[in-house]
């Protein structure tokens, strides 16, 4: 036994909690070895000090009196263990539902604004140029016509006068 078991010994062997082969085994060390011999004599001195020379014994009727008061103060095995376990669950929980809300407002699909002309042309494949060339065609064949018009007037018109 080395020196620093013998003083965890000697405190045990002076609360009367050591056994009784390691009582033997320290006695031997303590033959052997000065500085734990005088390591118990202080311990012995301190605990004897604190002892004092006899102990005093309760008041009449002090454990009745005590027993009841100890009794409600005991909870349940399987409250302390839900107590436990609501201390460490719900902060999980609160957290898991957070995350949970977080991604729905990241993941949740945005409303969209409605799809301009352009983009419906690009989205079914046609050229949005030959829409609008469509559309100039179609206007051209306005302007011949007027052309046409004002062509015929003039034909019809006096040499004097200018036709507007």
């Not at 079914?124 to 559309?135: H, L, T, W």
Request: overall charge positive.
């Amino acid at each position: 036994m080395n020196c620093r078991k013998a003083e965890k010994g000697l405190l045990l062997s002076v609360d009367g909690r050591l056994g009784d082969a390691r009582r033997a085994e320290l006695e031997a060390h303590l033959r052997r070895c000065p500085a734990c011999a005088r390591l118990e004599k202080e311990y012995a001195a301190m605990f004897g000090l604190l002892r004092g020379p006899e102990a005093a014994e309760p008041l009449p009727r002090f454990w009745e009196r005590l027993q009841p008061r100890i009794a409600p103060a005991r909870k349940p095995f399987v409250l302390l263990l839900w107590e436990r376990w609501c201390v460490r669950a719900v902060p999980v929980f609160l957290g898991m539902t957070l995350a949970f809300g977080i991604g729905l407002l990241f993941f949740a699909p945005r409303a969209r604004a409605p799809m301009t002309d352009s983009e419906l042309l690009l989205l079914r494949n046609q050229s949005v140029i030959s829409e609008a060339q469509s559309v100039f065609d179609e206007a051209q064949g306005d302007r011949r016509h007027i052309e046409l018009i004002f062509a015929a007037a003039e034909k019809q018109a006096p040499a004097g006068k200018q036709w507007p």
